[in-house]
């Protein structure tokens, strides 16, 4: 299951320099089989949990880690006992139907199965957004029955860019909306851990990252005000509330200033998704983790052109995609997450990148497009500078397998709708002069249109 490395020929990303960065990204060796309880150094503990799948249950013993075996439950502490133990489900992108996954809703409900079939049952699940592909009714209507089938006692749920951008949010607001704060942020405790969901995709700017804004940032503030700072948090949010990667936008602007309100707690996991892959980082006493999707893998940070929906081999789909399962022991420090495939296989999300990089050169040529005409395709608009006369009908055409959403900077011409495959959208400038535009979904996407 080990990639050939004698057949590096093409530009891979620099292994050495992101693991200086702390990242850890899992390659195959990181795969435990057995569960033991070895001492290994923190780092290389949770890289390794990230692997087990979902045959154990970890915890920190004396800062080392431990793992039960399901089996013997019986001889757990009692503190081991009244751990709580969650779970996370992420990026469902129900509604999405293209080559990478033609069925996203079996897969959320393999996904589902996954839980219930877990010997306890997660006192909660996290949804970290993006439940829907377009925010259509009907799609949080699937979204909602399938997730109904999770044996727990309440899914909560934080929006992705997918669920806000046609409507700024406010049909999300609407289901999911209530008891939350602002954009939809909230907190609650449970069995001693406070819970603080964080809402990162709203009024993202041209060229920014994921955004929480100064009156998220200011009740967060007040929210943990109270708190001891024993108290174990655990923040979760759509965006990576760390940078992963902002070439591909995957990171959060002012991360920074929330997690300095955190500093003085004791133990802070973040939980995020938006990536469709497993990414760790530990930072003093703040511990980062992605998940993976259960609609479809996304290429490893710099092994492709763009981020977006990676086709891999039929029979490896369900090793890419899976859920989290998070158990926190009390009187321990970090909690222990581990990540399971929906094939119960090892996470191969790196093989699948690797695989489908060298396979790249029989993608489709990029569409010829008229003159005044601006395709969308890899996430970039081509061309990036559209010089036109005044009065020139200008037309955008969604080339991509993902949806865009094209916003002017200066607010000179309105918005388009969320253009999904193939949809158009159009504007006629008179006025001369240079109109900036950007993509609200993927805000790194930019352009701009001369008018003579
Ligand atoms: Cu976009």
Known sequence: MSPDHDHHHHHDRDDERFDDASNTRPTGSNFIGEPSDDGVDRRGFLRCMAWAGTAAIWGMSGGVPKSFALGQLDSLTDAERKSIFFAQISD?????????????????????????????????????????????????????????????????????EHDVASDNGVSYLQRYGKGTKGGGWYSFDHSGVHFVGLVNVLNLKAGGLGSLGAEQIAWLKRD???????????????????????????????????????????????????????????????????????????????????????KVEPERLKSVLGIANVTFVPGRGQLAIVDGTLSGAPPAIAEASHEAM????????????????????????????????????????????????????????????????????????????????????HPQMQGKIVVE
């Open 92 to 160: 469902s992108h129900i509604g999405f139907a293209k080559e990478a996954n033609k069925d996203v809703t079996a897969t959320l409900q393999a996904a589902v199965a996954r839980l219930n079939e877990l010997p306890h049952r997660p006192a909660l699940v996290l949804h970290t957004g993006d439940i829907t592909q377009l925010a259509k009714p009907e799609e949080f209507d699937t979204a909602n029955e399938v997730l109904r089938g999770v044996k727990t006692d309440r899914v909560f749920y934080v929006p992705g």
């Open 224 to 310: 943990v005000a109270g708190l001891s700072s024993s108290t174990p948090i655990v923040l979760f949010a759509h965006v990576p509330l760390w940078t992963v990667y902002p070439e591909w936008g995957w990171g959060t602007d002012d991360s920074e200033q929330a997690l300095t309100l955190l500093k003085r707690f004791g133990s802070v996991t973040v939980l995020n998704g938006h990536i469709h892959q497993i990414m760790q980082k530990v930072e003093g006493n703040v511990s980062f983790h992605t998940a993976l999707s259960t609609a479809f893998p996304q290429p490893a940070p710099g092994t492709a052109p763009s981020p977006g929906p990676l």
């Open 358 to 441: 060298m396979k790249r050169g029989a993608n489709k040529p990029a569409a010829a497009h008229g003159p005044n005409e601006i395709g969308i395709d890899n996430f970039a608009f081509a061309p990036a500078t559209l010089t036109v006369k005044s009065g020139t009908k200008v037309v955008w055409i969604n080339d991509d397998d993902v949806p865009h959403l094209i916003v002017n900077v200066e607010g000179k011409f309105p918005s388009s709708k969320v253009l999904d495959t193939n949809q158009r959208h159009s504007v006629t400038l008179t006025a001369p002069g240079t109109y900036k535009y950007f993509c609200s979904l």
